[in-house]
């Protein structure tokens, strides 16, 4: 089944204490992106990678970092958490083949910071 | 950056009517897109639009575009239950740019 993992669903943390979300596709998509949900704010882009190795900054990249070492997984870090980084979080992978830009979005992780 | 603004922001409607949700959007695009997202979970692409095309359809779903106005509208035909959801406009390529959604909520 073609789909995007998010790991894990659910986090609460404390201020300052690492942490890494993990995102997974198996649709041997090229394009790769991290959004951020917030009440009020819709979604909005953090990272996104256009391809192995390729990344750039989204709307609000501020305290976070991503990296692309394979095509399949796209992994979160928040290197040191703060509480405004609660938030609901969703990677997402598309196809740039046909140049739509159709994503599929992952189940989302829940983030609380303490 | 924030592309695009839905209208309404909340929608209630029965069962078997039409609802229908606007989105606009403040710069030139290739295309624009629609997704749904059911409470806390995942955005579900529905339909996408190109420049080029006024308007699209798939099942019950009809997306039109107006890039003189710089707006496009979801209309849901005969709406049900399980279209509750939210739903959100998009533009951009890589760098996707989501509007704030419009809450739909269909009563059975």
């Known amino acids: 089944e073609a789909q995007v993992t998010q790991n894990p669903r659910y986090l609460i943390t404390v201020t300052g204490k690492k942490l890494t979300v993990t995102c997974s596709q198996n649709m041997n998509h090229e394009y790769m992106s991290w959004y951020r949900q917030d009440p009020g704010l819709g979604l909005r882009q953090i990272y996104y990678s256009m391809n192995v190795e390729v990344t750039d900054k989204g709307d609000v990249p501020e305290g976070y970092k991503v990296s692309r070492k394979e095509k399949r997984n796209f992994p979160l870090i928040l290197e040191s958490p703060s509480p405004n980084q609660t938030s609901l979080y969703f990677c997402?992978?598309?196809?740039?083949?046909?140049?739509?830009?159709?994503?599929?979005f992952g189940p989302g992780t829940r983030l609380t910071v303490t | 950056s924030q592309q695009g603004e839905e209208d309404p922001q909340a929608l209630s409607i029965q069962e078997g009517e039409n609802a229908t949700m606007n989105c606009s959007y403040k710069?030139?695009?290739?295309?624009l897109q629609w997704y749904r997202q059911n409470s806390g979970r995942g955005l579900v692409h529905l339909i996408l639009?190109?420049?080029?095309?006024r308007e699209k359809h798939s099942g019950r779903l009809r997306v039109t575009l107006d890039t003189s106005k710089k707006s496009s509208s979801l209309l849901i035909t005969a709406s049900r239950a399980a279209d509750t959801a939210s739903y959100f406009c998009?533009?951009?390529?890589?760098?996707?740019?989501f509007g704030t959604g419009t809450r739909l909520l269909v009563s059975p």
């Open positions: 639009i190109r420049s080029n095309e």
């Open positions: 997402a992978s598309s196809t740039i083949r046909d140049r739509n830009y159709e994503q599929y």
């Open positions: 998009a533009t951009g390529f890589q760098k996707l740019v």
């Open positions: 710069t030139s695009i290739n295309n």
